[in-house]
């Protein structure tokens, strides 16, 4: 049997080749959760919207993301060659909306698929068997990889109502997905005060005392594993927020401002200052949304936009 192995990133993959897995590696260095995603069935085209994207917002240069990124994925062409690929992906939304790229890449680039099996990793740096993990592969049938590509379609539109459906669905042998999208569209603004749960728990945090934005950074990563952000996308949200004026940093430490309790306290909204022209959810960009999510009914609502 000749294996192909995804990997989500870097983290794992010096403890990979130590293991005594057989076959041949490649690894997604993408960050789907964070950014615009094209609509498309054109990896090439979506390839170049996404680098521009990412050159323009995020300050990652052109040739390094078709260097790092590209040229690695593109070697995903070759896996009907393979007896089997095999997706090893975490159950964060970070891991599952990359998975969800993955397979779409395969269905969009290789003519007859071969076996495709999913491993249930646990989070990491918690993995030590991989052999073990190996054996406990599920394979994806028909109905989970249609499954897969509806929701990737879905992520990428305009608007998230598929995408909220699609996480009523039952989810066949992608399990985590529903929790992952449930995660995905609680990043959409609050209908009662425009702050996003990220943006929500990081004031609230501040509310209670300064911090080091690695302290504060270690509260995120045990309260909110499920969107399994690192460092980078942290420091986005971080600055966008000190930014508009609701946190700020002196001393190398955190603090909420005055603007930042009264958002808190709904006295003033966020969206009333921060600019959403550049910003998106998956594909839908904020600026032109009137979707914003409802705590109390746990779901998205539409508002009227002026």
């Known amino acids: 049997m000749s294996y192909l192995h995804v990997l989500n990133g870097d983290a794992t993959l010096t403890l990979f080749r130590q293991s005594k897995v057989p076959g041949d590696i490649v690894v997604c260095r993408e960050m789907m959760s964070v950014g615009k995603v094209k609509y498309t069935k054109d990896p090439s085209t979506f390839f170049a919207s996404r680098a521009k994207h990412l050159g323009f917002h995020f300050g990652i240069d052109e040739q390094t993301y078709y260097t790092n990124v590209v040229q690695e994925l593109e070697k995903l062409q070759h896996s009907g060659s393979y007896d089997e690929v095999i997706l090893w992906f975490e159950y964060d939304l970070f891991c599952q909306i990359n998975m969800l790229f993955v397979l779409y890449y395969l269905k969009s ?29 599920v394979q994806l049938q028909p109905a989970d990889l249609q499954l897969a590509e509806d929701a990737w379609d879905a992520y990428c539109l305009n608007s ?14 992608l399990k985590h997905l529903p929790e992952a999208i449930h995660a995905h569209l609680k990043r959409f603004p609050s209908v009662e005060d425009g702050l996003n749960v990220i943006e929500k728990y990081f004031l609230q945090k501040l509310l209670m005392g300064k911090y080091r934005w690695f302290d504060l950074y270690t509260l995120f990563w045990n309260d909110m594993k499920i969107y399994g952000y690192g ?12 930014a508009v004026g609701v946190i700020q940093e002196e001393a190398q430490m955190l603090s909420i401002t005055s603007l ?32 914003r999510w409802d705590e109390a009914t746990d779901s998205l609502t539409r508002i009227d936009q002026e």
Do not use: C
């Not at 980078?232 to 949200?237: M, V």
């Not at 003033?268 to 032109?288: I, T």
């Open 109 to 137: 680039t290789v003519k007859i698929l071969p076996r495709i099996s999913i491993i249930d990793l646990p989070h990491h740096p918690d993995v030590k068997d991989f052999e073990a993990l190996l054996e406990q592969r």
């Open 160 to 173: 998230p109502q598929a995408l909220e459906t699609i996480r009523k669905l039952p989810p066949g042998n």
């Open 231 to 242: 460092d980078f996308q942290l420091d986005i949200l971080i600055k966008r927020m000190a």
């Open 260 to 291: 930042g309790r009264e958002v808190l306290s709904k006295e003033e909204n966020y969206l009333d200052y921060v600019p959403l022209q550049h910003r998106w959810v998956g594909g839908v960009r904020l600026a032109k949304s009137p979707w």
